[in-house]
Each structure stands twice: as structure tokens, then as C-alpha cells.
């Protein structure tokens, strides 16, 4: 079982609301870990979105609007990216990482399509 | 402003070597440590280590350990990631970054990747 998995897609309307979820291995606790966010356009590199451990200790991007955020789901062992008041340009991949076992584990990926 | 620059594309076959250069400027280099995370065509991010030009250490993802080194030189801000031993599924882009807040998962920026393909 991957150490973290994201859903890999998902489909939302401008002016909508998105939530990506990235579900951590049973066993692994998403309270205890920081959550990372990339997004990642087509041809591009990966661009970092925010950090999410606790709504008291989190850290946004330089340059990242607002309207990204992260919380968590203890119920479901999940971190989560909210993204509100879609635009065009949020269509990306975007991608959740955190430090395990002394290395850095990235999800799978989630492909947003705004349509 | 803090860029990191990496080569063009690389043809390899089975069995052989690549070391892809990642220059930096913009900042002091021995002041981050540089990641590099490979992707191969439409799939995932996949970490493989990183370096800390400061005193050349490294730490490696399990997976590469034996067949990726690290190294810089720090005269010309340059980094270096070489992966030995190619095979056909090496086929991918290979991306620096930086960890811009010394031990975080904040990669920032990032090099326009370099694509190494294995090909016979």
C-alpha cells in the first residue's frame, strides 16, 4: 500500500470549490506530520503551494493566493488542499508530500480539470 | 533572482551513465541544500536525495542508493546528480531544487528539469 494516496482526478466548475485529499497509509498518522502541496502545470515544473500541520502552524507560499488552504481530516487520515473560487488556471496536477522514514514521499498526484 | 538552470536533454543507452548538472545564482549556494526528484513521462514525483553543497554530504532515497551520486562544485555554484547503471525505466525528467528553509519540505525554486532518456 502506497505511504500516501491521492485520487487521480477530479473535476469542479469556475467559481466552485475543490477538495484534494491525500490519504496516508494505515499506521501513519496524519497528526503528526506537515503536509506539503505542489502544483505542477502541464510542461512545467512543480511550483510549492503550502505547508499545512496545524491551522496554529502552517505556512503559505510566497505568492500563493488565500484562496489555497490546507487543513486535515483526522477521521480519515487525510490531508487536504481547499481550493476556492476556481479560476482556469488552477487546472494542474497537484501533488502532496511529507517526510517519512527519512525520506521525502510524494502521493501519486491528483489531476484538476475546471470545466 | 534565485534560479537554478539545468542542462538540455540527454540520450543514454541501457547500461551507461548520466550526470546532470544543476547551476545555481541568485543566493549563496552553500547556504541550501538541492533535492532531486525525477518524474518519469505522465507519472508521479519521485525524490532521490539530496546534497548539501556546504560540506558535499548526502542522503539518498533507498531506491538509488548504490546507483545515484551527488556531488557540487562549489567554484562554480554547480551541482551534480550522476545515476549509473540506466535502464529503460531511468527514462524520465530530473528536477533540483532547492530546500529553502534548511531541512523543510519547502522546495523552492526549481530547475526546468532535464530529460534523460535510455534508449538502445
Known amino acids: 500500500q502506497a505511504v500516501l494516496t491521492q485520487p487521480s482526478s477530479l473535476s469542479a466548475s469556475p467559481g466552485a470549490s475543490a477538495s484534494l485529499t491525500c490519504t496516508l497509509r494505515?499506521?501513519?498518522?496524519?497528526?503528526?506530520?506537515?503536509i506539503y502541496w505542489y502544483q505542477q502545470k502541464t510542461g512545467s515544473p512543480p511550483h510549492y503551494l503550502l505547508r499545512?500541520?496545524?491551522?496554529?502552524?502552517?505556512?503559505?507560499g510566497s505568492g500563493v493566493p488565500s484562496r489555497f488552504s490546507g487543513s486535515k481530516d483526522a477521521s480519515a487520515n487525510a490531508g487536504i488542499l481547499l481550493i476556492s473560487g476556481l479560476q482556469s488556471e488552477d487546472e494542474a496536477d497537484y501533488y502532496c508530500m511529507i517526510w517519512h522514514n527519512s525520506a521525502w514521499v510524494f502521493g501519486g498526484g491528483t489531476k484538476l480539470t475546471v470545466l | 533572482q534565485v534560479q537554478l538552470v539545468q542542462s538540455g536533454a540527454e540520450v543514454k543507452k541501457p547500461g551507461a551513465s548520466v550526470k546532470v548538472p544543476c547551476k545555481a545564482s541568485?543566493?549563496?549556494?552553500?547556504?541550501?541544500?538541492l533535492h532531486w526528484v525525477r518524474q518519469a513521462p505522465g507519472q508521479g514525483l519521485e525524490w532521490m536525495g539530496w546534497i548539501n553543497p556546504d560540506s558535499g554530504g548526502t542522503s539518498y532515497a533507498q531506491k538509488f542508493q548504490g546507483r545515484v551520486t551527488m556531488t557540487r562544485d562549489k567554484s562554480i555554484n554547480t551541482a551534480y546528480m550522476e545515476l549509473t547503471r540506466l535502464k529503460s525505466d531511468d527514462t524520465a525528467v530530473y528536477y533540483c531544487t532547492r530546500d529553502s528553509e534548511g531541512g523543510s519540505g519547502r522546495f523552492d525554486p526549481w530547475g526546468q528539469g532535464t530529460l534523460v532518456t535510455v534508449s538502445s
Open positions: 494505515s499506521g501513519i498518522t496524519v497528526g503528526t506530520y506537515n
Open positions: 541568485g543566493y549563496t549556494f552553500s547556504d541550501y541544500y
Open positions: 499545512y500541520k496545524s491551522d496554529s502552524d502552517k505556512q503559505q
